[in-house]
């Protein structure tokens, strides 16, 4: 067991790079949640349609020149992945939980459910049932370090998700906490009707919450396409259902919450994976999750909430 | 997502066998069930191409004493779930002969149905041993089976590949984790005593800290018991780690789908594979046949599927459309196929079928290893 330790910091990069995923998504869940009190079960459709359309465009820009600059074809798949996922986000907030504001809550959550399995067959039918793969893009690592024999390595890809994942967490972290439309959230989140009388334009917060979500999961999902390389229409299913638990995990509502539960997750999989059967890193990790709600009902960071029943 | 792709599927299988019931109800129907849609539809695929050439051709030399066959494409998505209700389908729309499943996990309860309601079924791929275990009738597979290749796999893993620690990978369905263990009783007889035996999750994406555990196990060779999606993603995230140790997989995992996800890392590979046939003087001609409708039948299971067609054609041209007289005319003759000279065993298996072992490359060719 002398070896452990490069094993424990392996493992720990495998837990982060993962978790990282997941916290991108549970973002868009626990947004949407803090501000209008609904779950959102389309959006791990959403982050699915986000992989779907970077992997195509990395396709077609690499198809089209073949010399193009790797840099050139990821920033453009990313940029267009973000511009098309945002307008799915924004579509499905205005077509399917608009007209419904105001109804009672179970309403807008089927209308969420209908969502999800709508788009997932509609991209099952324009793109095939198939796994659409991507060749390995981006080879080789950061870094590579022999620790007592057992190299421990952090490929390119693995840190660009972590790298990424940790920019755009401060920067959405700093647009909330100091942007004008980052207060008009926290206000309507505290008290729409309030919001609302104040001169907020409160619909105006609440597709902007979705919008972020879906840019969020947008990048997690052309992450996803460039290190794991094969994508299909159901993949957004098992992912949507990971960083939702993430996003309860963390406290749902609560944004830091939901980086948190997503990297909490994400290593305790990694390592009820390392150190178990793989068979059982599920078992553990919502077992986990069952004990942090027992022990605390809100998640890590989430605050008891007096108002919604 | 289960549920939404059955109800696809589901509706897919009924249109079909709709149109299909209507337009020829006087001739003979047969069924290829077998995964359309889904992530191993590749294999689909193969099947559907080889029983499509057997029957346009037996179609071509007038049908059967002037009766066409007529195929009716059933969709299970390789799914457990979904394969009954293709079953019952089948049943219900009077079709007596079945030319499928292709996974064993779909094809074990629907062979069952099959059995109770006296349809014929032969599968060209299903290989898991426990489908002909059950005294069925009408139960039949142009394919060996997992006792046959589990073995071949692990005594070329012993006198090959000699590994210092042995690690054994299954996807925890009946055809992976099946083969898995055969693997592992054959390499344990022979004194070889795996490391690991692990199932990973189908559907899972993320292996990293599987890796990372068969570094640190120091796993020099790897047995995969499974499907070419998960072992792709396994490839190419062992590359990525750079874990150094030689791979091996059964036939479900031999597909040129497998060179898209894992890329390079694919190179040294070994696979067992049904004896490619496409390179027997006497297919010369049926190899042009599918060249020049555009399709590759070097596939593992194009030409099981052809031969499955076949045999079923020839027993109905001796016997009738009379599934239970030709089950029974199955297991009494033998057959020349482009796969060999096949003959039955009352169990409903092949006398003989021959796993040889395969280097694949990053082209997705593949070389005999001697």
């Not at chain 2, 409708?293 to 099981?304: A, E, Y």
Request: glycine share 12%.
């Amino acid at each position: 067991m002398n070896d452990l330790l490069p094993v424990l910091a392996q493992q720990v990069i495998n837990g982060l790079s993962l978790g990282s995923i997941y916290a991108l998504i549970a973002i868009g869940y626990t947004m949407v949640y803090g501000i209008i009190g609904m779950i959102n079960f389309a959006h791990g459709e959403i982050y699915m349609i986000g992989a779907y359309v970077g992997v195509v465009t990395i396709t077609a820009l690499g198809a089209a020149s073949g010399a193009m600059p790797l840099a050139l074809v990821l920033s453009g798949a990313l940029i267009i992945a973000v511009v098309v996922t945002a307008a799915y986000g924004w579509t499905v907030e205005r077509v399917a939980y608009r007209p419904l504001r105001g109804s009672p809550r179970l309403v807008p959550l089927i209308s969420a459910i209908g969502m999800s399995i709508f788009l997932q067959n509609y991209v099952q039918l324009g793109q095939g049932a198939r796994d659409i793969s991507v060749p390995p893009l981006l080879p080789g690592n950061l870094f590579e370090i022999d620790v007592e024999g057992f190299p421990v390595s952090l490929s390119l890809t693995r840190a660009l998700i972590i790298f990424a994942t940790l920019a755009l967490m401060i920067a959405l972290t700093l647009y909330i906490s100091r942007s004008r439309m980052g207060r008009a959230c926290r206000a309507c989140s505290q008290d729409m009707g309030m919001a609302n009388l104040l001169g907020i334009d409160t619909n105006r917060v609440i597709s902007f919450t979705f919008v972020v979500g879906a840019i969020l999961a947008a990048v997690g999902g052309v992450l996803i396409g460039l290190s794991i390389g094969k994508i299909n229409p159901f993949i957004g299913f098992v992912a949507g259902i990971k960083a939702f638990t993430a996003a309860v995990l963390g406290g749902i509502g609560s944004i830091p919450g939901a980086m948190l539960g997503g990297v909490l997750l994400g290593l305790t999989e990694t390592f009820a994976s390392a150190f178990l059967p793989t068979e059982y890193k599920d078992v553990v990790a919502f077992g986990l999750l069952v004990l942090i709600l027992l022990f605390r009902p809100t998640g890590l960071l989430g605050t008891p909430d007096v108002e919604k029943v | 997502m289960k549920l939404s792709r059955n109800l696809l599927g589901i509706a897919v299988a009924t249109a079909l066998a709709g149109v299909a019931g209507q337009a020829v109800a006087a001739d003979i129907r047969i069924a290829v069930a077998g995964p359309v849609t889904g992530p191993v539809a590749q294999y689909g695929d193969m099947q559907m191409i080889g029983a499509e050439m057997a029957i346009e051709q037996i179609n071509a030399k007038g049908g059967i004493k002037g009766d066409k066959l007529v195929m009716v494409k059933m969709d299970d998505a390789c799914e457990p779930k979904q394969s009954p209700t293709v079953a019952n389908q089948v049943v219900n729309d009077g079709i007596k002969f079945v030319v499928g499943h292709l996974c064993s996990g779909a094809t074990k309860p629907a062979a069952k149905i099959y059995d109770e309601n006296d349809v014929l079924m032969v599968s060209p791929a299903a290989t898991n041993d426990a489908i002909t275990a059950e005294g069925f009738k009408m139960v039949f597979r142009t394919i060996g089976k997992d006792s046959q290749q589990g073995p071949a796999a692990g005594k070329f893993i012993v006198s090959h590949l000699k590994p210092k620690a042995l690690a054994i990978i299954h996807d925890k369905q009946s055809y992976g984790q099946g083969i898995a263990e055969q693997v592992r009783e054959t390499a344990m007889a022979a004194g070889v005593k795996p490391v690991m035996f692990e199932g990973i999750s189908k559907g899972d994406t993320d292996f990293s800290a599987l890796i990372t555990k068969l570094k640190t196990a120091g796993a020099d060779v790897i047995y995969y018991g499974g499907y070419h999606p998960e072992l792709g993603l396994l490839l190419r995230q062992a590359k990525e780690q750079g874990l150094q140790a030689k791979w091996m997989g059964p036939e479900g995992v031999g597909n040129k789908d497998l060179n898209a996800i894992a890329g390079d890392a694919v190179e040294g590979l070994y696979v067992t594979l049904p004896q490619d046939f496409t390179t027997e003087p006497e297919n010369a001609a049926l190899v042009k046949a599918f060249k020049d409708k555009g399709q590759d039948p070097s596939g593992p299971f194009v030409l099981t599927s052809y031969a499955a067609v076949e045999v079923i054609a020839d027993s109905i041209k001796a016997v009738g459309a009379d599934p239970v007289k030709v089950a029974d005319y199955m297991r009494k003759h033998t057959f020349k196929t482009p796969i060999g000279e096949l003959g039955f065993t009352a169990s409903g298996d092949l006398k003989d079928f021959k796993f040889v072992v395969y280097e694949w490359h990053k082209d997705a060719s593949k070389t005999a290893v001697k």
